[in-house]
């Protein structure tokens, strides 16, 4: 059985810089083809795709976003973590974390994802 | 980074067949055969119904279909049922390995 699981602060200053960590269990992110990917959602708002790491250490970033975002992955922890600097209340939304690579490994697809957990962005 | 256009809401009476389009470019949805579709209740995580434009994962139901023409997907969900009632969203490969993520449609059983 596959899971994954998002872990961080709730709350953020603007400024700061926020650190989300994916544990995952039920597959190995050493495996051919298996990516792990961040997406949010805004309150009420539609998800947006953020980064994905690979398990060769590929790594994509949302174009917009992708001088705030850095993704790395500790295959031994089987943990993802994606860091995103300069928080702004506009940045308040569920983060989650998911896989890709049971069906497919585009980094459209993702089969599995985490429960995700609420990040507030204010003062 | 433009997120794929989709209808904000779509509904139907069960047993109703409704189909929610999603326009992208040929950067994406045009470009290649990567569409996927999640179905996302109130409050819970996202579930994929569709990958690679027409493939069902195990365990998804039959009613939901996917097809895709030119730089538009479309999702057909046959025999609504008031289960079904969720937003819906697609997904679509674009160029350098980067995903993005269609505006969303609730669908309404009416």
């Known amino acids: 059985q596959i899971t994954l699981k998002e872990s961080g602060p709730t709350l953020v200053k603007p400024t700061q810089t926020l650190t989300l960590t994916c544990t995952f269990s039920?597959?190995?992110?050493?495996?051919?083809?298996?990516?792990v990917g961040w997406i949010r959602q805004a309150p009420g708002k539609a998800l947006e795709w953020l980064a994905l790491?690979?398990?060769?250490?590929?790594?994509s970033y949302s174009p917009s976003l992708k001088s705030r975002l850095t993704i790395t992955k500790d295959t031994s922890k089987n943990q993802v973590v994606l860091t995103m600097t300069n928080m702004d209340p506009v940045d308040t939304a569920t983060y989650y974390c998911a896989h890709t690579g049971r069906h497919c490994s585009s980094a459209n697809c993702y089969t599995d994802w985490g429960q995700g957990t609420l990040v507030t962005v204010s003062s | 980074q433009s997120a794929l256009t989709q209808p904000a809401s779509v509904s139907g009476s069960p047993g109703q067949s409704i189909t929610i389009s999603c326009t992208g470019t040929s950067s994406d949805v045009g470009g290649y055969n990567y569409v996927s579709w999640y179905q996302q209740h109130p409050g819970k995580d996202p579930k994929l119904m569709i990958y690679?434009?027409?493939n069902r994962p195990s365990g998804v139901s039959n009613r939901f279909s996917g097809s895709k023409s030119g730089n538009t997907a479309s999702l057909t969900i046959s025999g609504l049922q008031a289960e079904d009632e969720a937003d819906y969203y697609c997904?679509?490969?674009?160029?350098?390995?980067?995903?993005?993520f269609g505006t969303g449609t609730k669908v309404t059983v009416l």
């Open positions: 790491i690979y398990w060769n250490d590929d790594k």
């Open positions: 039920g597959f190995s992110l050493s495996s051919t083809g298996v990516g």
């Open positions: 690679d434009v027409s």
């Open positions: 997904s679509s490969y674009r160029s350098s390995r980067i995903g993005v």
